[in-house]
T-cell receptor, first 113, second 115 residues
Framework: GEDVEQSLFLSVREGDSSVINCTYTDSSSTYLYWYKQEPGAGLQLLTYIFSNMDMKQDQRLTVLLNKKDKHLSLRIADTQTGDSAIYFCAESITPSNTGKLIFGQGTTLQVKP | ETGVTQSPTHLIKTRGQQVTLRCSSQSGHNTVSWYQQALGQGPQFIFQYYREEENGRGNFPPRFSGLQFPNYSSELNVNALELDDSALYLC??????????????FGPGTRLLVL
């Protein structure tokens, strides 16, 4: 079946690292994404990882994928107050990557000064 | 390069009415997907349009329908509105081509309130 789960809330201090976790159930996932949503706004694509990779780094962001455990994480280094937002992980399961994205319910990241 | 735009930004309707939401794709994109995001939830896939035809549908009733135009812009129509249709409606565009990553880029959304 298709299900993506995330923890609902994470609070960190400015300058610390944040780690947001996600689990998914569909082993045929091809791409996995992280999106950021600020209050009252749409979704901003942060990064993605292809299912045959286990790590991707993009500036302050590091994505780790454990395909055996179907576990995805997003690490934000040197977290800033501007990183406060809701973070969604999403999987795309169709071979051609068209079609639907399955989203988790989102993790609210609170960054304290 | 222009991003994905949606109109209107906010809308209030009453139960039983009909609503049309609009989306303009990012320049160069040929595929549009629509999502419903209820308060406190992740987005749920409604359907996708590619080359003016429906190309996949989520678990939404037939009163949710859509159109894609030759310029790849799109409409989402909802008939017989219910209170539970109150949500943020997100449009995402992407470029479908074989062998390439077809990342979906989202617009700012239309917030619909049904009273």
């Amino acid at each position: 079946g298709e299900d993506v789960e995330q923890s609902l809330f994470l609070s960190v201090r400015e300058g610390d690292s944040s780690v947001i976790n996600c689990t998914y159930t569909d082993s045929s996932s091809t791409y996995l994404y992280w999106y950021k949503q600020e209050p009252g706004a749409g979704l901003q694509l942060l990064t993605y990882i292809f299912s045959n990779m286990d790590m991707k780094q993009d500036q302050r962001l590091t994505v780790l994928l454990n395909k055996k455990d179907k576990h995805l994480s997003l690490r934000i280094a040197d977290t800033q107050t501007g990183d406060s937002a809701i973070y969604f992980c999403a999987e795309s399961i169709t071979p051609s990557n068209t079609g639907k994205l399955i989203f988790g319910q989102g993790t609210t990241l609170q960054v304290k000064p | 390069e222009t991003g994905v735009t949606q109109s209107p930004t906010h809308l209030i309707k009453t139960r039983g009415q009909q609503v049309t939401l609009r989306c303009s794709s990012q320049s160069g994109h040929n595929t549009v997907s629509w999502y419903q995001q209820a308060l406190g939830q992740g987005p749920q896939f409604i359907f996708q349009y590619y080359r003016e035809e429906e190309n996949g549908r989520g678990n939404f009733p037939p009163r949710f329908s859509g159109l894609q135009f030759p310029n790849y812009s799109s409409e989402l129509n909802v008939n017989a509105l219910e209170l539970d249709d109150s949500a943020l409606y997100l449009c995402a565009s992407s470029l479908a081509s074989s062998g390439s990553l077809e990342t979906q880029y989202f617009g700012p959304g239309t917030r619909l309130l049904v009273l």
